[in-house]
Each structure stands twice: as structure tokens, then as C-alpha cells.
């Protein structure tokens, strides 16, 4: 009988990315906001959008959410990120 060793960790190597250049100002800009689901995010993100739009001049924001915070995002919610200028996602509670 063989036994069979499984790696539980990602065997892939990371790919080197370089990051997009950073916002000189929100000022105009479509700013997505992400809700991952958890508690009292959703109240966090109302206010930051208010503070993005008096404060910064943010000219949109788009409300996302993801199902569960336990997954990825699905594909239906990284669609609608597409487009806009910056993403700020609520990490925690």
C-alpha cells in the first residue's frame, strides 16, 4: 500500500506586480467601496462615503458587498469594481 503526501500550502510562486501608481486626489474621481460583509461595515463605508465626497471631492461612489467575508469575491462583484478609480474595502468589524 502507498501513502500519498499532500502539501497543504499554495505550491505556486508569486508573480511580482507592480502596484498603480497612486491618486494625486480623490477630487473627480469614481471611488468603489467594498463591504466584505462584516458587522457594522456597512455603517463605516456610509460615512467614508460622505467624508470622500464633502471632504475629498470624490465625484462617484459605488456601493459593493460581498456574499460572505469567509470567500473570495465572485466574479459579479469584481465586475462591478471594473472602472472606477480607487477601491477602499471595510476589513473588519
Do not use: C, W
Amino acid at each position: 500500500m502507498s501513502i500519498t503526501l499532500v502539501h497543504p500550502g499554495n505550491e505556486r510562486v508569486a508573480q511580482a506586480a507592480t502596484p498603480p501608481a497612486r491618486l494625486a486626489s480623490l477630487a473627480g474621481k469614481k471611488v468603489a467601496l467594498l463591504d466584505i460583509s462584516k458587522p457594522g461595515g456597512s455603517l463605516f463605508l456610509d460615512r467614508l462615503g460622505e467624508i470622500l465626497r464633502t471632504r475629498y471631492g470624490a465625484a462617484e461612489i459605488i456601493r459593493a458587498r460581498k456574499p460572505t467575508f469567509a470567500k473570495i469575491a465572485p466574479p459579479q462583484i469584481i465586475e462591478q469594481l471594473r472602472g472606477v478609480d480607487a477601491v477602499i474595502e471595510a476589513l473588519a468589524d
